[in-house]
């Protein structure tokens, strides 16, 4: 554990030492770092605030977004250095869906890129997605979207987003099939050349282009994308996402994929491209992950098991576990909560979910 750190840290003192120059370029101005004649890119980093987003066991959603989109930003300002590079947060702040896709309207964009992390019950689920606006009813499309969208419940006002919330109704056609035709073209290139990085960089690999109805994208005026980077639910792969290594990557892919799509569209741009990009890479000194710390048993606790994917979960003890997975075994689904490195930790919560009426929780060992 203490090499892993000490790695990290070497990492992080690596990037800040060499993007330093460029980090200081935006420090007069926040979020908004401008200069004339470029194209402007909007990197909106997924959930903010009291939205955490996905959650593992050890990092959020929240963090790593902000994290990549501000290294994404730096990155860009080497091989674009006519760019404008705006981001709708840089700290631990909640912006409404509505708003993150207003500022690249405000902006007059000319790209929008939501960078987002995945969760699943399936803890093997891994790897990459990009999706472009659509109203493609693949479920488990449907599944990521719904996920993502709920951070509507954290507004104040969710209202303005009804019509579009019930795919299946005419109204939510017609509003969503108006903005997928108009950029999807271009969205879908871009998505494309990020999940061609991804194919061949990313550990957890590519699962590909997809449409699906995000509430981000469906009001923003040029082409938009939304990256799920990886699955916090994977153990592996989270400790990947958390890593400075791991973001320095991701961000390396995504930025090649822009400056490829740029470098592709007739626009008289000042690029120096993605050879310039690797010249930046390969400065870093990114270390493998300690293995020892991604091989580790992991403990969880079983509350319950079922026939059904679908128990009637009427008991008030429910109320008490925050999150939990299910995971089909035969004709069984567990009912499963927790992720705990020491055993002690695993029993003394076993113990508390027995005394507010899960009287035959026990522990199980989960092998990452």
């Known amino acids: 554990m203490k090499n892993y750190e000490f790695q990290a840290k070497v990492v992080c003192y690596c990037y800040v030492f060499l993007l330093l120059p460029y980090s200081l370029r935006s420090a007069n101005n926040d979020s908004k770092v401008q200069f004339i004649g470029g194209p402007k890119i909007v990197l909106d980093a997924g959930h903010g605030g009291h939205d955490s987003g996905a959650k593992g066991r050890i990092a959020t959603e929240k963090d790593i977004t902000v994290s990549i989109c501000t290294k994404i930003a730096q990155i860009l300002l080497e091989s674009m250095p006519s760019a ?20 690249a309207n405000e902006n007059l964009a000319d790209l929008f890129i939501s960078v987002h992390c995945n969760a699943s019950t399936n803890i093997k ?46 109204e939510a056609h017609i509003l969503l099939s108006q ?31 997809k449409q699906a109805g ?24 989270e400790i990947y996402l958390a890593s400075e290594a791991g973001q320095i990557e991701i961000a390396m892919e995504i930025s090649q994929a ?52 679908a128990m009637v979960q009427d008991h008030p003890a429910w109320q008490f576990v925050p999150q ?27 113990e508390r979910l027995k005394q507010i009426g899960f009287s035959d929780a026990f522990i199980i060992k989960s092998a990452h």
């Open 214 to 237: 995000f509430l981000v994208l469906h009001q923003a005026n040029m082409p938009s994308i939304l990256v799920e980077v990886g699955y916090l639910s994977n153990p592996t792969e």
């Open 125 to 170: 689920a891994r790897g990459t997605e990009t999706y472009v606006m659509g109203i493609h009813k693949l479920k488990e499309n449907l599944l990521v979207a719904k996920r993502e969208n709920q951070s509507i419940h954290f507004e104040e006002d969710a209202t303005r987003y009804e019509p579009m919330l019930d795919t299946e109704t005419p």
């Open 258 to 309: 822009i400056v490829r799509y740029f470098e592709e569209k007739p626009l008289a741009l000042n690029i120096k491209g993605v050879n310039k990009i690797n010249r930046i890479a390969s400065g870093y000194s990114i270390n493998s992950l300690n293995q020892e710390l991604i091989n580790k048993s992991t403990y969880q606790i079983q509350i319950a098991a079922s026939k059904s994917c």
């Open 84 to 103: 404008e590079i705006i981001q709708t947060r840089t700290k631990d702040e909640f912006i409404p869906l509505h708003r993150r896709s207003e500022i």
């Open 324 to 350: 939990y997975d299910i995971i089909q075994k035969g004709e069984l689904y567990q009912y499963v909560t927790g992720h705990f490195d020491d055993k002690a930790d695993a029993a003394m919560e076993c």
């Open 179 to 209: 903005f997928q035709n108009q950029y999807l073209s271009q969205s879908l290139s871009l998505a494309s050349y990020c999940e061609e990085q991804f194919r061949l960089n990313h550990p957890g690999g590519s699962r590909g282009v």
